[in-house]
């Protein structure tokens, strides 16, 4: 087990659809150790895709403050209501924005062991799955982020989407 390095944006694999995981091998619960090492390595992490740290699986460890959360090819099942408020990336560290969530959502998804679930989710956990759930579809935070403002965190200054955006597409 190791910490990975998370990619930054503008890192072209950002954009990419993740693979679905076809069979839970050593391999897979590799993966998901080295990402959760890579999530707890610093504190206040609450998720990461394997996109991010460069493999690309439907994979995502999630930890939003009741314990590790493992998702294999999750699938959203349900989603209702709406909420909005602040989000950031692990891999735009440094920067927050508003973005507009369902606030109640139903995934099907697989355990490291093979076994189908269903997760029921609210509030706080509903958005990081969605947030993450995005990472598997190369679709970024800063793409649902409302009025166009992105703050930087220590200042709370507006930062320059739309150069943030740029970063990100697609070459």
């Known amino acids: 087990m190791s910490e990975k390095e998370i990619l930054p944006f503008g890192d072209p694999i950002l954009r990419k659809k993740a693979k679905p995981v076809t069979e839970i091998t050593p391999r897979i619960h590799k993966l998901l150790d080295d990402m959760a090492d890579t999530l707890y390595a610093e504190e206040g992490r609450a998720g990461l895709a394997a996109p991010q740290i460069g493999i690309l699986r439907r994979v995502i460890v999630m930890d939003c403050g009741d314990g590790l959360i493992e998702l294999i090819n999750p699938v ?5 209501g709406e909420q909005t408020g602040p989000e950031a990336c692990l891999s735009y560290p440094g920067y927050t924005g508003i973005v507009k ?10 355990t490291r062991e093979g076994k189908t679930i269903v997760m029921e989710a609210e509030d706080y956990l509903a958005r990081c799955i969605q947030h993450e ?8 935070y800063i793409d649902h982020i409302q009025n166009g403002e992105l703050f930087v965190n220590r200042t709370e200054r507006r930062a320059d989407l739309m150069a943030a955006l740029k970063l990100t597409q697609n070459v």
């Not at 759930?133 to 970024?140: A, E, K, P």
């Open 76 to 80: 959203l099942l349900e989603q209702a």
């Open 133 to 140: 759930m995005d990472h598997l579809d190369g679709i970024l």
């Open 101 to 110: 969530r369902a606030k109640y959502v139903k995934i099907r998804t697989l």
